[in-house]
């Protein structure tokens, strides 16, 4: 048996949106926590990731008595621009609650939450090395000064490769993962986007402006898995973008930041082992063309929030035990959403990854959510949060 020289009721492992939420949610209960982050404060302020806090996720912030203190942004318009083969095809979603949403990059949310956090009282301690040293009835973090802090609950919000997964026996644990084959070159920008979102689908592939702020843009471009950041020099980018955009991009500027990101999905069973719980990416991965990787870590927050308020304040450890099976069943749902969608526009698109019947079916499966109503809102329930 360890005993630690520091003790708090709630662990939070990881300073990301899942750990900063959950830790503001606690404590506007009165459950004291700790939130520890092993990068310093101004990565943690300045990595940019989502830009959407969908329908679902903003009303978890006005249950929470927060949204006018961290939901910024603006709304989200009812509408998908997409174009197809170079001319405007706007899809507009049917769902009057989707404009719910906002348009918050992740950064902005982040820094939101850390200052809701800190002036409220929390415990935030970054530059911090964390080792999870038990996750039994005892569970316990050691820090990198030697410190020991035991809790009765360990959050871990650090990621797929953090401290938090690193605890749990492999034996223990069972990891499910798919490869979509393909990957997205990720450009961040110096362009102001003129549109909040403008999606490609063309022959040569997949292609994607979002914004991120107002003077910046995260550009996306599908590509072969074995290419490199060389292979895709500047102009090649601005170039490639025009061509599958049917249209030169209104302005161009700046590109601060290249990376491959091949596109893929993974899930691991179960999300609770002992007194340690999993959110957000330690969970689960869910590619970007969802748009749910950030939502899906705020709806585990709100979950195991719900459930610790309600041990704490109930004494009953019911949702406590059923936090695993239920986040998994409404993982794998948005999991499905989530391959369904970034298979369909990709494919719609692109007939070399998977061939011309694929690709006749994906514009089949496209054209549908333009002619159906019962189509067009089912994904309109997917992207606001609501199915």
Partial sequence: MTTGNEH???????????????????????????????????????????????TRATRVFRKRGLEDRVVGGTPIKPTLGFRVDGQPRPLTLSLEEHGEGRLCPQQVLVRNLITAFEEDGGDLRFDT?????????RPCVRLGDGTIVEGAFIAGCDGNHGASRAAIPEDRITRHTHEYGYAWLVVLADVPATHQTVMAIHRRGFAAQFARGPRASRFYLQCPLEDTTEDWPDERIWSELETRFGEPP???????????????GEVLSPMSHGRLHLLGDAAHIIPPMSA???NLALYDANAFADALIHYYKEGDTGPLDAYSDDRLREVWNYQAFATWFTDTVHDAGD????????HRVA?????????SATANRLLSEFVAGLT
């Fill in 8 to 54: 708090r009721p709630v662990l939070i492992v990881g300073a990301g949106v899942a750990g900063l939420a959950l830790g503001n949610f606690l404590l506007r209960e009165g459950i004291p926590c700790v939130v520890f982050e092993r990068r310093g404060r101004e990565y943690v302020e300045r990595r940019q990731r989502a830009g959407v806090i969908d």
């Fill in 129 to 137: 090395e964390v080792s999870v040293e038990d996750i039994g009835e």
């Fill in 250 to 264: 209104a302005t161009t500027g700046a590109i601060v930041e290249k990376q491959l990101l091949p596109l893929r």
């Fill in 292 to 294: 749910k990787g950030m």
């Fill in 351 to 358: 007939p070399s990854h998977r061939g011309e019947f694929r």
């Fill in 363 to 371: 514009r089949a499966d496209f054209d549908r959510l333009y002619n």
